[in-house]
């Protein structure tokens, strides 16, 4: 898969390409949808398909200060744009200039002059240009003017939810990650660097990853969770932990009550694994919550509870690989 950033990247020799548009953060299961439906009808066409999405997130040159919790990376995006099938990923830098395209100027100048769509897929929500006056039927009106279709697919909904970024954002905060992995169609990510804590873990007989997420990082709310951790960074470890593998962990999120902590962490206590990680990259891929943050009488009932997680944490993982796999 090709990576553009920004349309100075199309090639002088580009031809036509069926695209799709949209912000994907998440890339869930409503956008996975979006996005084989392009991909497929690129394959009919014999042409590329593109992904074509935006950096900063849009709501932050619109309104800024209003960032959402980011549920992907953009690299993760691409990742997942790439499992889809998805032959080039281009970033938009979303900018003021760009922000007041006006909508007939946004089809002509970028889909017809620069990437040649012969045709656009998205979501029938989908809004685009200046205000976000423009709409899929004058995107339709547009493409009939010079030459590209126009599919406008319902949104993917399931037992009366509609699968949205919005949505799973709230799962998350509110420390459903049970509901976010079943829209996102995967458990919700959190990628971050390993940092020095307090080494409190560590004294306890639970040595722990301390994450440092990037800004806006959708957090889970607080409480223990059920994860999956793994390596990304490229790096050797010293220890048993390999780049790429998966390995069951048992995640605190929050401001570690029993120590009168303020500060709000991520702290993996990877089982069955040791090693270390600090400066490395690594992923939690949360997959359900334990319970929710306590404030323990004694150290001592704060590691007779951290045990009892760890078993929890096994169990829940266990059975999730099982329905899984099984």
């Given amino acids: 898969m090709q990576r553009w950033r920004g349309l100075d990247e199309v090639p002088a020799d580009w031809g036509r390409c069926v695209l799709t548009i949209g912000v994907f953060d998440g890339v869930h299961r409503g956008h996975a949808q979006l996005i084989?439906?392009?991909?497929?009808?690129?394959?009919?066409?014999?042409?590329?398909?593109?992904?074509?999405?935006f950096d900063p997130h849009p709501m932050e040159v619109v309104r800024p200060g209003s960032h959402p919790a980011q549920l992907t990376t953009l690299a993760r995006r691409a990742e997942l744009a790439e499992e889809l099938g998805v032959d080039v990923f281009c970033v938009i830098p979303f900018t003021p200039e760009f922000m007041k395209l006006s909508p007939e100027r946004y089809a002509h100048e970028i889909l017809v002059e620069r990437l040649h769509v012969a045709e656009v897929v998205v979501g029938e929500n989908f809004t685009f240009g200046?205000?976000?006056?423009?709409?899929?039927?004058?995107?339709?009106?547009?493409?009939?003017?010079?030459?590209?279709?126009?599919?406008?697919?319902?949104?993917?909904?399931?037992?009366?939810?509609?699968?949205?970024?919005?949505?799973?954002?709230?799962?998350?905060?509110?420390g459903d990650v049970a509901a976010a992995a079943e829209a996102l169609g995967r458990p919700h990510r959190v990628e971050g660097v390993v940092v020095h804590g307090d080494g409190r873990g560590r004294l306890l007989g639970f040595p722990t990853a301390n994450i440092a997420p990037p800004t806006h990082s959708a957090i889970p709310a607080d409480g223990v969770y059920a994860a999956w951790f793994t390596l990304l960074g490229p790096g050797p470890v010293a220890g048993t932990v390999e780049s790429g593998e998966r390995y069951p962990a048992a995640v605190s999120v929050g401001t570690n009550p029993t120590f009168s902590g303020r500060t709000r962490t991520v702290e993996a206590f990877v089982l069955d694994a040791e090693a270390d990680l600090y400066g490395q990259h690594v992923a939690v891929d949360f997959v359900d919550r334990v319970r929710g943050m306590e404030k323990f009488d004694s150290v001592d009932a704060l590691v007779e509870e951290m045990g009892r997680d760890a078993e929890k944490v096994r169990e829940i993982l266990t059975r999730a690989d099982l329905q899984q796999h099984g």
Avoid: W
């Fill in 130 to 174: 200046k205000k976000a006056a423009g709409t899929v039927d004058l995107l339709r009106q547009i493409g009939s003017r010079f030459g590209f279709a126009v599919d406008g697919v319902n949104l993917l909904a399931e037992h009366a939810v509609t699968f949205s970024s919005t949505y799973i954002r709230s799962c998350v905060d509110a």
């Fill in 36 to 53: 084989s439906r392009a991909v497929k009808a690129a394959s009919e066409r014999g042409v590329p398909s593109v992904v074509m999405t």
